[in-house]
Every structure is written in C-alpha cells, then in structure tokens.
C-alpha cells in the first residue's frame, strides 16, 4: 500500500498565527508542513525565510518540514534551511547554476533533497541526477502563489515521473503542489503522486481535519 503523505502549505495560513496554525494542521492529521520560500526574484512573490522555520522547531514541531525553495541563487538558502531545522529542501533546476552540486549540498548537511519541475519543464533536468534525490515535486500550478487552479496537463507528466521513478529501483517521493483538492486528489494518486501539498484547500476550510480526512478517504478509495 502506497504510503500517502500529506503536507498543508502555511503561504495559506495565517501568519499572524503561524504557530497555532501549524499545530493545528498536524492535529488534524496533516503529516507534513510545506514551506514555501519566495523571493520576488524567481517569482513575483515574497514570502518567508530560515528565521521562521526555526522559529517553528522553537515553537516545538517536530513534524517534517517540506522547504520548497522558489529563490535564485540556492545555495545560500539551502545551508541557512538546513541550520534551520529543514527535513526536505527542493529547489527549481533552473535556479542553479550547477543542479548536481546543489543536490550534493543539501544531502551533505543532513537534509533530504529534491528537485522542483514547473509546469511547463518536462523531465530531462532530472533523468541524470536520480540517484541524488529524494523527491521530485511537480508544480500543477504557476509558481508564486495559492490558491490556483491545477492544471491537468499535469496528470500526464506525473504518469511519466512515475515511471521514471519506478524503472530507477530508487526511493524517490513523487510530490505534486498547486490546486490540489479533496475533488482531484483520487485523480492525482492514480497519475503516480504519493505526496499532495494542499494550501488552501485545507486553510481556507472551516474545519481543518474534516478537509485533511476528506483527503484521506479519497486517498483510500
Ligand atoms: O508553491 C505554491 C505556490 O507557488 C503553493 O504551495 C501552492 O500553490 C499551494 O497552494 P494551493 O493548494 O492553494 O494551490
């Protein structure tokens, strides 16, 4: 059986309560937290940097942080992320000058690492570093923001992560984020996905575990 997880991205929480909204979501049964880190730079948004995931380790999480990193340059980035308390760091290929050695980085201290495709990225940038990851995200939406639409031409290139990942032999999760849904989650597991950020489908819903329980349901089905 396929070992789901599921990971609430915080750009759609409160942040004047992040704290509060993150044990929330982990009481209601989210697995993961998803971090998003933007820049402005890499994308027209700016969000949150290591000061806040460690304040989240301070705070007493001890569930795994999901650091998605949508800045250019990385490097930088994935050695405060790490010293910060990072369990995942993933970042966008084109984002760095030399993919390889940026994946080499993030494993050398201590994290889990993976690379990010955008929607309109097919597979080649990955094809030649499988055995440095641990977990390819697929963006089903434009990144920089929550609360779009998933675009389904998505399904078919998560088909293709999947085999890509399975004819590897290698443990690699295969994660998908952007306009994930208690609707289309059954959808985007059968495509090959086995870990679904979700922002505002979970953070904008009255009841955090009913949406997270939905999820799963649908997950099961
Ligand atoms: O990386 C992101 C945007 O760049 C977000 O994680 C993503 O869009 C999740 O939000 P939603 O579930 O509302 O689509």
Redesign the pocket.
Known sequence: MTDYKIAP?I??ANFARLGEEVDAVLEAGADWV?F?VMDNHY?PNLTIGPMVCQALRKHGVKAPIDV?L?VEPVDDMIRMFADAGATYITFHPEASRHVDRSLQLIRSLGCKAGLVLNPASGLDSVRYVMDRLDMLLL?S?N??????KFIPATLGKLREARQLIDDSGLDIRLEI????TGQNIAEIAAAGADTF?????IFNADDYAEAITAMRTALES
Not at 143 to 148: D, E, S, T, V
Not at 177 to 180: E, M, R, S, T
Not at 197 to 201: D, E, L, Q, T
């Open positions: 991205s750009l759609s998803h998003d994308v998605h949508m963006m939406v990144p920089g923001f929550g609360g779009q984020d952007g306009g994930v950020v979700a922002g505002s489908a």
